[in-house]
């Protein structure tokens, strides 16, 4: 009953390449995140969907593509992969922002470990 | 714009002794304050939020925090460290974007090491 989860857990590829990464959660929250971990444990988000809409858009080079087919899913798609783009890529989700209750919190999935050689 | 910084990017601490991290930040309205502790090779799990209310929270696993308005700050605490709690600990601060959208911005990271 895991609630948010990625796939793969480690990805290895070679520069150039196209990959995907795969995100669901199972807590029937509306809004999806994909935050990006640099090798110095330095934690940005990338993007951020809220029932399927892209809400925020950090500028991120457009080979990162964010797809989210139904709001349990968000899946992020890398391009002509660069040395640089190797790091955690976490994926985290949040119910619907209330004001004034307090459903701010995100919750993060175990993270996956994408390495570009 | 909001940041968050951490002043300690390590701190070794003996088990059984107390644990203090501290946080700042940089908000212009009222903060929504949160922990996470990242073990090795895992994800992020929320250890507590502050959103209002009492100054003082707590969390899992033993872990406090207070939020100090006057000093901008929200400092995590535990008073007897265990060996299990040797990770990497992240303060983060909701920023509202608008209607249907909010992002954590986090500090950098403090690195907690347990000797035995």
């Known amino acids: 009953d895991t609630a948010v989860s990625q796939t793969p857990k480690y990805l290895v590829t070679q520069m150039g390449n196209d990959k995907s990464i795969k995100c669901e959660q199972n807590?029937?929250?509306?809004?999806m995140y994909w935050y990006k971990q640099d090798s110095k444990k330095f934690l940005k988000i990338m993007f951020s969907?809220?029932?399927?809409?892209?809400?925020i858009n950090e500028t991120v080079p457009n080979r990162f593509s964010p797809k989210s087919p139904d709001k349990a899913h968000l899946n992020l798609h890398i391009n002509s992969l660069e040395l640089g783009d190797s790091a955690v890529y976490f994926c985290?989700?949040?119910?619907?922002?209330?004001?004034?209750?307090?459903?701010?919190?995100?919750?993060f999935g175990p993270g996956t470990r994408l390495t570009v050689t | 714009a909001q940041s968050v910084t951490q002043p300690d990017i390590h701190i070794t601490v003996s088990e059984g002794a107390s644990l203090e991290l501290r946080c700042n930040y940089s908000?212009?309205?009222?903060?929504?304050l949160f922990w996470y502790v990242q073990s090795p090779g895992q994800g992020l799990q929320l250890l507590l939020k502050?959103?209002?209310?009492?100054?003082l929270v707590q969390g899992i696993k033993g872990f406090e925090a207070e939020f100090k308005r006057s000093q901008s700050s929200f400092n995590l605490r535990k008073p007897s460290v265990h060996w299990s709690d040797a990770a990497e600990y992240f303060c983060?601060?909701?920023?509202?974007?608008?209607?249907?959208?909010?992002?954590?911005?986090f500090g950098g990271g403090t690195r907690v090491l347990v000797k035995p």
């Open positions: 985290a989700s949040s119910p619907f922002l209330q004001p004034r209750r307090g459903s701010y919190e995100q919750y």
């Open positions: 807590l029937g929250h509306d809004t």
């Open positions: 969907y809220n029932n399927k809409e892209l809400i």
């Open positions: 908000y212009g309205a009222t903060p929504y």
């Open positions: 502050y959103f209002s209310g009492d100054t």
């Open positions: 983060a601060v909701v920023t509202l974007i608008k209607a249907a959208g909010n992002k954590l911005t």
